[in-house]
């Protein structure tokens, strides 16, 4: 091949819609022909286009969009999906001849996939359904390849520095800010009670009259038992307070 030539379009599509694509074919069965009519509204008009393009791609149809039976069995049997998927993986190899994926890096997976018909975000996205496929089925990749990073280009060209925004201007005199006042959420706080009273008397508040008798009865006890600890009687002569 020349350096002139170009390989057809590879597969682009999202990986996560190619499965998901296989999934429903399995369910609603394979049709005579396969188009844009068969789908109706599930998928979106580039999404569509992307998946006859994948499809063709791997020859599971042809250019009349009559599938291949290989492709009926693909979306049947899951449990043998990635197998055959990664028989498929074979129709890279006119791009990636002599490339060793388990040492290659990024940049030379850019270079082989470039000898395609795409550039531009479609070639990063190319790259994208080759690694997860890849990752998908089984083939060993590098890390320096499952590590890349998707990098969107606008027509194509190279992807732009980010600029960093200009820092704000320091103000020459900060704003004190106001002395903050604390100030009692209920009349309960402001009280000043013991602080093993006072969330009794706020579950008080809160519980209304909406108790029965022996909910109440038990509060009433508790409440005695904290007042006692809080805010103990003196003894009188003769006489044993609680707790002693």
């Not at 063709?56 to 899951?78: C, H, Q, S, W, Y």
């Not at 531009?120 to 590098?142: E, H, K, M, N």
């Not at 004190?176 to 209920?186: D, F, L």
Request: charged share 30%; proline share 7%; with cysteine.
């Amino acid at each position: 091949m020349t350096t002139e030539e170009k390989l057809p379009a590879p597969a682009y599509v999202s990986f996560r819609t190619f499965r998901n694509f296989l999934d429903w074919l399995g369910e609603e069965g394979v049709p005579s022909r396969i188009d844009r009519s068969f789908w109706g509204q599930k998928f979106s008009g580039a999404a569509a286009g992307q998946l006859l393009a994948t499809l063709r791609f791997f020859g599971l149809i042809d250019e009349n969009g009559v599938p291949d039976p290989f492709l009926e069995t693909m979306a049947k049997d899951g449990e043998q999906r990635k197998v055959m998927l990664r028989s498929l993986m074979e129709r890279y190899d006119s791009a990636l001849e002599g490339v060793d994926l388990e040492r290659a890096t990024a940049g030379e997976l850019d270079e082989r996939f470039r000898r395609y018909n795409v550039s531009g975000g479609t070639l990063d996205r190319a790259i994208t359904f080759f690694i997860q496929a890849a990752q998908y089925c089984g083939i060993p990749l590098s890390p320096h390849i499952t590590k890349r990073k998707r990098v969107a280009r606008p027509n194509g060209g190279v992807a732009q520095p980010r600029r960093r925004g200009r820092p704000p201007k320091v103000k020459a005199e900060r704003e004190k800010p106001e002395p903050q006042v604390i100030r009692p959420t209920s009349i309960v706080d402001s009280l000043g009670l013991h602080p093993t009273v006072t969330p009794l008397l706020q579950e008080l508040n809160r519980i209304g009259s909406n108790w029965d008798k022996a909910d109440r009865d038990k509060w009433v006890e508790t409440f005695l038992a904290v007042l006692d600890y809080a805010y103990p009687a003196r003894k009188a002569k003769g006489e044993e307070l609680p707790f002693e």
